[in-house]
T-cell receptor
């Protein structure tokens, strides 16, 4: 089962920052948090990941709380094309390799 | 920008038929994956593959499923005898490194079993 919980849906106005929360209270010390998005049944797209420090790239910023029990993905200036399902994923160790266990995600709708 | 390509984009088949879904991973990637997503449901891991062998598989990946890298570029998923519940979107992904969560996904192959 996924180790993350996310709100099922959110709205954001175009041009504003979209802040997507994620709870992962059972995360272990060496488990990374990954964010992906999926635009209308297309293939998932990697956004960003982190362990304990905040991270930023050209797509987004990831803020992880000090206790690592939650994180927030920030899209600084949301556009209509950012409408998608956003998945917060904890990478866990399977039988021999790390795996991404996907939850239901947050459906983010950007409104004009 | 290099990308993962999948064919066919959509396949309709009769229950009990064999299906092969094809993927061309990014050329310098060595680790390959199949995931599936039943309509309206979560993305589910099926299998990972490296160095011509399966490195990890889920409970979904039973004896009806197999994967192969028949040449230097293709990576295939075969379903031997399709069932209605195999209807789903199948996503291929590849990565440069092992044990990374940064995967590059294809656009998917939609399988409809009648």
């Amino acid at each position: 089962d996924a180790k993350t919980t996310q709100p099922p849906s959110m709205d954001c106005a175009e041009g504003r920052a979209a802040n997507l929360p994620c709870n992962h209270s059972t995360i272990s010390g060496n488990e990374y948090v990954y964010w992906y998005r999926q635009i209308h049944s297309q293939g998932p797209q990697y956004i960003i990941h982190g362990l304990k420090n905040n991270e930023t790239n050209e797509m987004a910023s990831l803020i992880i709380t000090e206790d690592r029990k939650s994180s927030t993905l920030i899209l600084p200036h949301a556009t209509l094309r950012d409408t998608a399902v956003y998945y917060c994923i904890v990478r866990v160790l399977g039988r021999s390799n790390y795996q991404l266990i996907w939850g239901a995600g947050t459906k983010l709708i950007i409104k004009p | 920008e290099p990308e993962v390509t999948q064919t066919p984009s959509h396949q309709v088949t009769q229950m009990g038929q064999e299906v092969i879904l094809r993927c061309v991973p990014i050329s310098n990637h060595l680790y390959f994956y199949w995931y599936r997503q039943i309509l309206g449901q979560k993305v589910e891991f099926l299998v990972s593959f490296y160095n011509n062998e399966i490195s990890e598989k889920s409970e979904i990946f039973d004896d009806q499923f197999s994967v192969e890298r028949p040449d230097g570029s293709n990576f295939t998923l075969k379903i031997r005898s399709t069932k209605l519940e195999d209807s789903a979107m199948y996503f291929c992904a590849s990565s440069r490194e092992p044990n990374t969560g940064e995967l590059f996904f294809g656009e998917g192959s939609r399988l409809t079993v009648l």
